[in-house]
């Protein structure tokens, strides 16, 4: 069974569209996350989402928008597309309030054209 | 605010070869933990070990294992006896308590093995 399941794996798209990625989390927690890894690797924080309190990076422009239906799933919209947002986006999911690991989805490697 | 440091970028070593990685934090919380995470050539994120601020054992599972040390707030990884398929980047981080609180990653190690 896949903990963190994140769609899709690839996306390919062209400058300017508006995309979204789906991530849904089956382990019960009530905390979820979007990372950003960059062509050097680096893993940066966008977006925390728990019961309701959403921390925004201050660095995500505001075409980036969190959207949570329920506690298991937290999608990302991504409004006007930009050369810089080709990057692999992460998302993961813990429970608040505990020191256990995050875990972490496959990835979406978004490439824009 | 947090950060981590890892200062080495990339590293090779020859398969069989033992390999340390290095982790540096910095934090102003007295509770804390601390992660080391693996990034295969696949792309996935592994959890490997987590550390709470407050218990400063070393740790070994099988040919890794952990130093921490807050003395010079370090949490080095030791990969003994290397093999190719430790072949990976690998990120330390760290993480404050409370709630919907983010991992703070270094910037990783690409460690490579050759046969």
């Known amino acids: 069974d896949t903990a963190v399941s994140q769609t899709p794996k690839y996306l390919v798209t062209q400058m300017g569209n508006d995309k979204s990625i789906k991530c849904e989390q089956n382990?019960?927690?009530?905390?979820m996350y979007w990372y950003k890894q960059d062509s050097k690797k680096f893993l940066k924080i966008m977006f925390s989402?728990?019961?309701?309190?959403?921390?925004i990076n201050e660095t995500v422009p505001n075409r980036f928008s969190p959207k949570s239906p329920d506690k298991a799933h937290l999608n990302l919209h991504i409004n006007s597309l930009e050369l810089g947002d080709s990057a692999v986006y992460f998302c993961a999911s813990s429970q608040a309030h505990s020191n256990q690991p995050q875990h972490f989805g496959d990835g979406t490697r978004l490439s824009i054209l | 605010a947090q950060k981590v440091t890892q200062a080495q970028t990339e590293i090779s070593v020859v398969e069989k070869e033992d390999v340390t990685l290095d982790c540096v934090y910095e934090t102003r919380d007295t509770t804390y933990y601390l992660f080391w995470y693996k990034q295969p050539p696949s792309g996935e994120l592994v959890f490997l070990i987590r550390r709470n601020s407050f218990d400063e054992q070393n740790e070994i599972s099988g040919r890794y294992s952990w130093n921490f040390q807050k003395s010079t707030s370090s949490f080095n990884f030791t990969i003994t006896a290397s093999q190719v398929v430790d072949s990976a980047v690998y990120f330390c981080a760290l993480r404050i308590p409370g709630s919907a609180r983010q991992l703070t990653f270094g910037s990783g190690t690409q460690l490579t093995v050759l046969p």
């Open positions: 989402y728990n019961n309701k309190e959403l921390i």
């Open positions: 382990l019960g927690h009530d905390t």
